[in-house]
Structures are given as structure tokens and as C-alpha cells.
């Protein structure tokens, strides 16, 4: 214990001359003779004339005592507590010892007044100040007679003596890295699946496994496979994710999954290793790099004329009697089925429940007499994005954990939403329901169409007291995609919500916009912009009621129009129409498990013709759907059916006559091997 103690006596006390205490058992400046006084000078003035090298970060000296000689007793103590002094610290306080004594008799306060402007950060304290570098005559002079004087000193760095080809890769910026190393230990969770030492044993029975299978690729790796390999940081990585994942997701049978996984690895071949670092580096590549950068839009060819095509498209029509379970009307509700749809609404009181957060509200069409609310139970905090499952690691075969594209929390979490709405909303799909806001009809004969003609059709909707109405609609023309028709429709209730994210319609669209009526001009208005290099405004017009936009619509259309959309359903419905020749991707495309399953517009679109649409801004809220861009897609997506259908009844003997018609085969002629040839005669 004594020589412990007296070990103390050769570091400089914290409190400096200012220390108080009764024996301390550090070093003071006053307990040296002079001439070891006169040493430390002639040790400081050679500092100065090096321009003060850094010290080594690990020294066990304190030289601060001369920053304590102007500080209370109790900012002393503190700054004894709490300052953790590195070799840039001891740097800094030998010189700011050496610019106080410069200017004797002044305050700390004053004497950061009589600093250089550039000698002060921007945060207010001084910077790390330095002599300027002496001659070498000024080299031998004693520096402690003559303090020196504040012009010169210049704001620097702390330097250190490196040589000049590490300096030229300091200077070079570093990479942050992307996480920081790891160690073979398992990693702390909430609820651990198994003791510590339990965990580790598996941890590293799991990485001797990877380390092994790495090894020997590597003893064998040429070309590529040289990219298949891991480094020694990303085995660990990868075994703590994979510990990880089974410790949080099985967590009651977590001793038997990652055994079954170490076996499987244990009896892993070579081959089949490359083909799971194969398809993980793939994978890795094809998430970094944007896909509408590498691939070429899929040019549609069909090999018929626009003629041809409009003809060709009928065969394409469903029969939606069928599909009435699945949301497509093809009979008018009853005026009894539609009274009797209203006494329901009647009796329940108006009470739906939220389409976004679940939860049942009142609705009060016309607003509520004594506040004039719209709707009650609050505000409505719900999630915006849908949800999808991430992708996992390769050989992870545990259940994913689902997840909301807005925020990324996991479906599960009990936090709530993430976005909050003034008010909830509903939506409802019972023909009967909709037809007592506005009753169904069926698409007129229209003899002034032309018969060639075929539209693109998509709509728009927002929540209303009544459910989702209708509040855009868009016509184009098929297969050339010209506009026809584009106008905003003002909705027969109150709005709730426009549903712009989805919808792309804002308040200041529906309040801007001009009015227009079945034989108007319902163009939209071109607004030049003020920059002739900025796109002009286009500015919609807005029909007042969905009747008359339904009016508008039944212009340019006739029952035998082929009408093409995605989910016809939900955009016939909100428009109340009944047609007879639709044309629905969601059928031409269907889903692998079938209805009502059904492939979104976007994704077929991008695994179809390697297209981008519905993009959301890099930074901002989404702007929200481009109803003409998506109904000039669903056109596409026809155009593509027709080419590949067109394409097999080639292979199959149909011709095209001289006329244009489609002629089927003939009974004595097949087609084999691409060629058309004559039947065999059967004896």
C-alpha cells in the first residue's frame, strides 16, 4: 500500500499551486529546487521550437496546472472529475498556458477579447494556438524572459512528425464505415432463447461451419467466384444475423433450429455453397442497382394494324355475371333493393367502421346540427403504406416478419400509425349501397362513335359522408393514347379525404377548377409558366356532379366500345356504369392463387414491359397516380396480351386475308415446326 502511494508523488497534482490539501500525495511545482525549474523551462522553450509535437494519447502526464490557475475551487473540482484529457488536450492547455501568461494581469474573459478574430470558433471557445516556427538563431534564445506577444501566434492544427506518405493518405477523406466490427458474441437481446454460454458454443459451432465451406471456395475460386467470398468480418456478421434471427423469431424452439442449422451447413457440399453465394450476390447486386437503369423498355409489336387490334380486342372480352362476388355489377339494383339499403343505414345510425384504422365511427352526412362535424370518434392514426414481407438472408427458412412500407414497423408492433387524419373513412362496395347514392345505368348505344374506336379508362376516387366517389376521370384512346377526355368531378357528399397520396387530386385542384357541362369545352386550361425552360401548368376542369361526368363519358363511348382498365370493378362502380365489353388486365394477368388475389398495375408493368410507373419523389410526401398514365398502361399491357395471343394462333394456322380479316385454319391444314403443312389422310 505504501509504495502504491508513494508512486503518487511523481504525478503533478490535478489542483496545481491552488491545492489546499495537508500532505498531498502528488507533485507540486513549489517542492522542486530551482534548477529543476530551470530544466522544465529549457524542456518547454525546445517544445515551442518543434512546434509542439502532439503527445502519445496514453502519457500519464497532466500538464493543466496552468488552466486551474484562473478557475474557482469548484470548477477545479469539477474539471478534476470529469475532463479526460488525449494527446490534442495536452496540447491545447500547454498552450493555453502560454497565452495567459502572455497576458498577465487580465481575466480569462479579457483576455479572450485581446485574441485574433480567427483565433475564435464559431461555438465561441478559442481554437488550438501555436508559436509561429523560430529561426534557427531565435532556436538558442531563452523564450521565458520575453512572454510573446499575440501577433505571434496563428490558428494551426496540433502537428505531429509523420512521414510525408502517410501524410498524403491522411489527407485523403475516410469512408465511414458501414457498421462498426463485431465479435464472435452473440448479440444482447430482450428476452435471450438460451443462457450466454449456451449461445456462444452455438454462435461458433455455426461460424466453423461457414469458415469451412468459406475456406475451401476459396482454395478453388476463379473469375467470379472470386466475388462469392467473405471476409473474415462478414462470416461473423453473417452468423450473429442468423443467431439472431432464429433467437428472436422461434425463440421456444431455439436450440433445436439452430442445430438443424448448423447440420445443414455441417452436410453443405461445395456446389451447393456457390450456388447459395451465387444467388445471395445476384440478389445484393440487383437491390443496389436501380432496375429501369439496366433494362429496356419491352417494345410491343403485335404484327396486325390498329384495325386489326380494335377487331382482335373483342376476343378479349370477360363475361363479368360471373364475377359479380368479386365486386363487378352487371345488373341494375331494384328500387325495392335500394330502399331497403337505406333503411339498414337508417337503423345502424350512420356507424361504419375506419377503412384505415379499423375503428367504428358516425358519420353524419350534411354534417352534425350542433357542431357541425362530419364524423366522431377522433382523429384516425393509421398506417399509409401497405405492408409486404422483407427479404431474408439465403437459407432462411423461418416465417418473415411483415412489415408497413411507410415507417418499416413490423404489422405486429402495438405503437399505432404513423400518420394521422383529421377524419376516418369508409368505403363500400354493395351495389345496392351505391345505387342509393347514385343508382347504376348501362352504357347507351351511341351511334356518332366510330366503330373502330376502343378507350383506356381509369377514375379516381376520394372519401366522401357516402364512402369513395368519384373525383377524377380520365378517357384515352387505344392504342394511340390520345387524350379525350380528362376533367375532376365534384362528389355528391362531404369530402372527408381526397386521398391524394393514392388519388393525386389536392384541395387547391378541386378549388381552382373550372366548371364544365356535357356540350362545354371541357379541355383542360394550359397556364404558361413564367420560365420558359418549366413545363406549363396544366389546370383541369371539373364537372359539378358525377352524373354529368357520367354524361360526359357516355359522348365518346357506345355499349360496343371496348373499354380497357386495370380493376374495372372499382372504377365502373364509382362511375355507376354497367358496360358490356370490358377489357380488364387484372383478368388478362390474373394472379397465381386466383381472385380476389389479383397483380397490382405497377408490378405488372415492371415484370411485364421493364416499365416504371406510380414512382414516388425521392424526398417529400408522394404526389400520388397519374390516372392517364396508368390508363395508357393497362392499354399497353393489352397490347402485349394481343401479341403473344396473336403469336400462338399464328403457330396454330390462322392467317390474315387480304382484306385484313383474321381467317381460322383450314380443316385439311395444320401447322408443324412453324410450317404449315397438309393433315395426313386417315384410311
Not at 440478389?283 to 410491343?300: D, G, M
Not at 362511375?575 to 358490356?580: L, Q
Amino acid at each position: 500500500m505504501a509504495n502504491t502511494l508513494a508512486s503518487l508523488k511523481h504525478l503533478p497534482c490535478p489542483a496545481g499551486d491552488n491545492c489546499t490539501a495537508f500532505q498531498c500525495l502528488f507533485s507540486h511545482d513549489r517542492d522542486k529546487s530551482e534548477s529543476d525549474g530551470k530544466a522544465a523551462n529549457n524542456n518547454h522553450d525546445t517544445l515551442n521550437s518543434q512546434n509542439i509535437p502532439r503527445a502519445p494519447a496514453t502519457s500519464r502526464a497532466r500538464p493543466y496546472d496552468a488552466i486551474q490557475d484562473n478557475k474557482t475551487p469548484h470548477e477545479q473540482e469539477a474539471q478534476r472529475k470529469r475532463i479526460k484529457l488525449d494527446g490534442d488536450s495536452i496540447t491545447a492547455s500547454l498552450q493555453h498556458s502560454s497565452v495567459s501568461s502572455s497576458l498577465p494581469g487580465l481575466q480569462p474573459s479579457e483576455q479572450r477579447k485581446h485574441l485574433p478574430a480567427t483565433a475564435i470558433n464559431k461555438g465561441g471557445s478559442p481554437r488550438i494556438l501555436r508559436h509561429s516556427s523560430p529561426s534557427s538563431t531565435e532556436t538558442n534564445k531563452k523564450t521565458t524572459s520575453h512572454p510573446p506577444k499575440l501577433d505571434e501566434f496563428k490558428v494551426a492544427a496540433p502537428t505531429t512528425h509523420v512521414n510525408p506518405q502517410s501524410a498524403a493518405s491522411s489527407a485523403q477523406p475516410k469512408k465511414p464505415s458501414s457498421r462498426e466490427p463485431e465479435s464472435l458474441n452473440p448479440r444482447l437481446l430482450k428476452k435471450a432463447p438460451a443462457s450466454h454460454p449456451t449461445r456462444v458454443a452455438l454462435v461458433k459451432a455455426l461460424h466453423k461451419e461457414y469458415q469451412r465451406l468459406n475456406d475451401e471456395l476459396k482454395k478453388t475460386a476463379r473469375g467470379i467466384e472470386k466475388k462469392w467470398l467473405l471476409s473474415s468480418q462478414d462470416l461473423i456478421v453473417r452468423t450473429l444475423d442468423e443467431e439472431q434471427e432464429i433467437a428472436t423469431k422461434k425463440t421456444s424452439i431455439y436450440n433445436t433450429s439452430i442445430r438443424n442449422k448448423i447440420l445443414m451447413y455441417k452436410k453443405m457440399s461445395l456446389s451447393e455453397w456457390k450456388d447459395e453465394r451465387s444467388k445471395a450476390v445476384q440478389s445484393t447486386t440487383a437491390n443496389s442497382i436501380n432496375p429501369a437503369s439496366t433494362t429496356t423498355e419491352v417494345s410491343i409489336e403485335t404484327g396486325l394494324t390498329l384495325s386489326q387490334e380494335v377487331e382482335f380486342l373483342r376476343r378479349l372480352v370477360y363475361n363479368l355475371e360471373p364475377l359479380a362476388p368479386h365486386g363487378y355489377v352487371s345488373a341494375i339494383p331494384s328500387p325495392e333493393d335500394i330502399e331497403a339499403s337505406k333503411a339498414a343505414i337508417s337503423a345502424c345510425g350512420n356507424t361504419e367502421t375506419c377503412d384505415r384504422c379499423t375503428r367504428r365511427f358516425q358519420v353524419f352526412p350534411g354534417r352534425r346540427e350542433t357542431d357541425g362535424a362530419l364524423s366522431s370518434n377522433g382523429p384516425c392514426v393509421y398506417h399509409p403504406g401497405k405492408t409486404y414481407f422483407p427479404d431474408r438472408a439465403p437459407g432462411d427458412r423461418s416465417k418473415g416478419q411483415r412489415r408497413f412500407r411507410c415507417c418499416q414497423r413490423n404489422y405486429d408492433d402495438e405503437a399505432g400509425g404513423c400518420t394521422t387524419a383529421q377524419h376516418h373513412v369508409f368505403k363500400t362496395t354493395d351495389p345496392k349501397r351505391l345505387a342509393s347514392v347514385l343508382n347504376f345505368v348501362k352504357t347507351p348505344i351511341n351511334p356518332e362513335v366510330p366503330k373502330d374506336r376502343a378507350v383506356s379508362f381509369d377514375c379516381e376516387m376520394g372519401y366522401t359522408v357516402y364512402g369513395l366517389e368519384l373525383i377524377r376521370l380520365t378517357i384515352v384512346s387505344w392504342p394511340d393514347g390520345n387524350m379525350l377526355l380528362d376533367i375532376l368531378v365534384q362528389p355528391l357528399g362531404e369530402i372527408l379525404d381526397l386521398n391524394t397520396r393514392y388519388s393525386g387530386v389536392r384541395p387547391e385542384d378541386m378549388a381552382s377548377a373550372e366548371r364544365c357541362v356535357v356540350g362545354s369545352n371541357y379541355s383542360p386550361t394550359i397556364i404558361p409558366a413564367s420560365d420558359p425552360s418549366q413545363k406549363p401548368e396544366t389546370r383541369l376542369k371539373m364537372a359539378p356532379s358525377p352524373k354529368i361526368a357520367r354524361d360526359l363519358l357516355f359522348t365518346l363511348i357506345s355499349a360496343d366500345t371496348p373499354l380497357i382498365g386495370h380493376g374495372l370493378e372499382n372504377d365502373l362502380n364509382a362511375a355507376r356504369i354497367i358496360h358490356p365489353t370490358c377489357i380488364d388486365t387484372v383478368l388478362l394477368w390474373p394472379h397465381s392463387r386466383g381472385l380476389p388475389m389479383r397483380n397490382g398495375l405497377k408490378y405488372l408493368m415492371q415484370s411485364k414491359l421493364n416499365r416504371q410507373i406510380q414512382v414516388d419523389p425521392a424526398e417529400g410526401s408522394p404526389e400520388g397516380h397519374d390516372s392517364a398514365e396508368d390508363a395508357r398502361a393497362a392499354g399497353d399491357l393489352v397490347r402485349l396480351k394481343i401479341r403473344d395471343e396473336w403469336k400462338t394462333m399464328k403457330m396454330k394456322g390462322w392467317t390474315v386475308s387480304g382484306t385484313g380479316d383474321l381467317l381460322p385454319p383450314e380443316e385439311d391444314w395444320t401447322v408443324v415446326g412453324g410450317a404449315k403443312v397438309k393433315k395426313p389422310t386417315v384410311s
